[in-house]
């Protein structure tokens, strides 16, 4: 054990408690900035803030039936911490998962949960943060003050999903309930069911509802790339065989399931409608002779949204034994028992689950200060997608679409703590991103190239996201490939950092 520095939890907002670091968020960014911590930075305080009441984010929010991940967990796991399972993990095994490491590591210290950050203000002068927020069971504010934000929060309100306002929708007699939103004691046993949308989520909840719901539906507005496999890894399987060394087994597996990765993804670029006559190949091999394929037919390239992974193809037994089924079309209105469709069906439902995905927040809705005045994430520009100009000492974790979460988040941790260092050695206190000359007659550009990944949720919330610009300086690339090595090779002495003494 090191001797980074444990923090009480602060009793009322008339006593600030001060950290060298504060991290928001407790899910697997936040966990894992933790353990780089206490691993990177001996004698550095800080203090986890989590608004649940337990670890886990997205695994500890979303309570839908079949919760589980949709990337391998032999890479959306830490790099420090083998991964014994299968690779399309359940939420509860990804909570025991981080469980260990919170244990194993002695990290539950320094979490405080039930604490929802409302305000953070930097005052130039002090070169410091202040954060306002409150408890979540008793309502008692609390204020924190801290050198540096490491933000691991996510990018999306967990317990708000995105509704879309339908026509007629308040009419409906039988339940209707977003994903985002699953209260516990939904009974859908016998029950006929509406899913809308088609999209990651339902690949997960339609498998787990079909067979014990009377049937379901999944309607959708267009289709989706799925990606159906086994759920395991051969090579895995083979290395344990020979009882090779689980952190062996871990590490050879996590690099060839990167390396193929990365080729698949440059191959939806160089090559597209060969990698879309596969995956549809793919699909119609686990579908009924004679299946209607327009059903599974996407109009945009493959992975410009999101591909979704159906592990041992559960998602197609459920449609083969007729307990699911497809509806591609547009929805009317709704009315008393069901949805009307623009083609004239009408769909009838005890229960629709709208499975439309995220309502985009920028950095948790805190509300930003710098120096009194309101900080509009939009009007900045984004450093490598972590840090933004006119933003000193901050960095934000934002993964990857096409690679896991994880891989970045410990990225940008070996980052922050690297950073810590270097500002201790030379005596800096602040930090903060800034345009060189050559940048500044550059046009600004949205958070992402539609072009390049285009779901619902980015689009309709790229308004509150920070800019770019078409350099990979000034942009979240979203390449894991180079990343891996463009940001421990981050030359921190560059003059895109201005730093205060």
């Given at each position: 054990?090191?001797?980074?520095?444990?923090?009480?939890?602060?009793?009322?907002?008339?006593?600030?408690?001060?950290?060298?670091?504060?991290?928001?968020?407790?899910?697997?960014?936040?966990?894992?900035?933790?353990?780089?911590?206490?691993?990177?930075?001996?004698?550095?305080?800080?203090?986890?803030?989590?608004?649940?009441?337990?670890?886990?984010?997205?695994?500890?929010?979303?309570?839908?039936?079949?919760?589980?991940?949709?990337?391998?967990?032999?890479?959306?796991?830490?790099?420090?911490?083998?991964?014994?399972?299968?690779?399309?993990?359940?939420?509860?095994?990804?909570?025991?998962?981080?469980?260990?490491?919170?244990?194993?590591?002695?990290?539950?210290?320094?979490?405080?949960?039930?604490?929802?950050?409302?305000?953070?203000?930097?005052?130039?002068?002090?070169?410091?943060?202040?954060?306002?927020?409150?408890?979540?069971?008793?309502?008692?504010?609390?204020?924190?003050?801290?050198?540096?934000?490491?933000?691991?929060?996510?990018?999306?309100?967990?317990?708000?999903?995105?509704?879309?306002?339908?026509?007629?929708?308040?009419?409906?007699?039988?339940?209707?309930?977003?994903?985002?939103?699953?209260?516990?004691?939904?009974?859908?046993?016998?029950?006929?069911?509406?899913?809308?949308?088609?999209?990651?989520?339902?690949?997960?909840?339609?498998?787990?509802?079909?067979?014990?719901?009377?049937?379901?539906?999944?309607?959708?507005?267009?289709p989706t790339y799925f990606r159906p496999h086994r759920n395991a890894?051969?090579?895995?399987?083979?290395?344990r065989r020979l009882q090779v060394d689980e952190a062996w087994v871990?590490?050879?597996?996590?690099?060839?399931?990167?390396?193929?990765?990365?080729?698949?993804?440059?191959?939806?670029?160089?090559?597209?409608?060969?990698?879309?006559?596969?995956?549809?190949?793919?699909?119609?091999?686990?579908?009924?002779?004679?299946?209607?394929?327009?059903?599974?037919?996407?109009?945009?390239?493959?992975?410009?949204?999101?591909?979704?992974?159906?592990?041992?193809?559960?998602?197609?037994?459920?449609?083969?034994?007729?307990?699911?089924?497809?509806?591609?079309?547009?929805?009317?209105?709704?009315?008393?028992?069901?949805?009307?469709?623009?083609?004239?069906?009408?769909?009838?439902?005890?229960?629709?689950?709208?499975?439309?995905?995220?309502?985009?927040?920028?950095?948790?809705?805190?509300?930003?200060?710098?120096?009194?005045?309101?900080?509009?994430?939009?009007?900045?520009?984004?450093?490598?997608?972590?840090?933004?100009?006119?933003?000193?000492?901050?960095?934000?974790?934002?993964?990857?679409?096409?690679?896991?979460?994880?891989?970045?988040?410990?990225?940008?941790?070996?980052?922050?703590?690297?950073?810590?260092?270097?500002?201790?050695?030379?005596?800096?206190?602040?930090?903060?991103?800034?345009?060189?000359?050559?940048?500044?007659?550059e046009p600004l550009l949205d958070w992402l190239d539609p072009d390049?990944?285009?779901?619902?949720?980015?689009?309709?919330?790229?308004?509150?996201?920070?800019?770019?610009?078409?350099?990979?300086?000034?942009?979240?690339?979203?390449?894991?490939?180079?990343?891996?090595?463009?940001?421990?090779?981050?030359?921190?002495?560059?003059?895109?950092?201005?730093?205060?003494?």
């Amino acid at each position: 054990m090191n001797d980074t520095v444990s923090i009480p939890r602060p009793a009322s907002a008339s006593h600030t408690t001060h950290v060298d670091v504060l991290i928001v968020g407790a899910g697997i960014s936040g966990v894992g900035a933790a353990y780089h911590l206490t691993q990177q930075c001996p004698g550095t305080s800080f203090a986890v803030l989590e608004m649940f009441d337990n670890f886990g984010g997205t695994w500890w929010s979303h309570r839908y039936p079949g919760i589980r991940s949709d990337s391998d967990l032999h890479t959306f796991g830490y790099r420090f911490k083998p991964w014994r399972g299968h690779p399309i993990a359940t939420a509860e095994e990804i909570l025991r998962y981080m469980g260990e490491v919170i244990e194993e590591n002695d990290l539950a210290r320094y979490i405080h949960y039930r604490h929802k950050v409302l305000r953070a203000s930097w005052c130039s002068e002090a070169r410091q943060w202040t954060i306002q927020g409150i408890h979540t069971d008793t309502q008692e504010p609390f204020r924190y003050s801290a050198n540096f934000l490491f933000m691991c929060q996510g990018y999306y309100r967990h317990q708000q999903g995105y509704m879309p306002d339908w026509p007629g929708k308040e009419t409906f007699k039988g339940t209707l309930v977003h994903t985002e939103e699953w209260p516990e004691d939904l009974d859908y046993k016998d029950k006929t069911v509406i899913c809308i949308g088609s999209g990651a989520t339902a690949a997960t909840v339609v498998p787990a509802m079909a067979g014990v719901a009377k049937h379901v539906t999944v309607l959708q507005r267009s289709p989706t790339y799925f990606r159906p496999h086994r759920n395991a890894i051969e090579l895995a399987e083979e290395l344990r065989r020979l009882q090779v060394d689980e952190a062996w087994v871990h590490e050879i597996t996590r690099r060839k399931i990167l390396y193929e990765q990365d080729a698949f993804t440059k191959r939806t670029f160089s090559e597209p409608e060969k990698v879309r006559e596969e995956l549809l190949a793919a699909v119609q091999a686990q579908l009924p002779e004679g299946f209607d394929m327009s059903h599974f037919t996407p109009r945009y390239r493959p992975w410009q949204q999101r591909l979704a992974v159906v592990p041992d193809g559960d998602l197609f037994q459920g449609i083969r034994a007729g307990l699911a089924s497809v509806v591609t079309d547009e929805i009317e209105r709704f009315d008393e028992t069901g949805i009307w469709l623009k083609s004239g069906k009408h769909l009838e439902a005890d229960i629709i689950m709208a499975a439309t995905g995220f309502n985009l927040c920028a950095l948790g809705d805190i509300a930003f200060t710098i120096d009194d005045k309101p900080l509009n994430f939009h009007d900045t520009v984004t450093y490598r997608g972590m840090m933004f100009t006119g933003v000193p000492n901050m960095v934000w974790v934002f993964g990857y679409f096409r690679a896991s979460w994880t891989l970045r988040s410990d990225l940008l941790a070996d980052f922050v703590c690297r950073l810590l260092n270097h500002m201790k050695a030379k005596g800096y206190r602040s930090i903060v991103p800034a345009l060189r000359p050559e940048d500044k007659d550059e046009p600004l550009l949205d958070w992402l190239d539609p072009d390049n990944f285009n779901p619902g949720y980015m689009q309709r919330g790229m308004h509150l996201l920070p800019r770019r610009l078409n350099k990979p300086e000034w942009m979240h690339t979203q390449d894991y490939w180079r990343e891996k090595d463009w940001i421990p090779a981050i030359d921190l002495d560059d003059p895109i950092f201005q730093y205060g003494t």
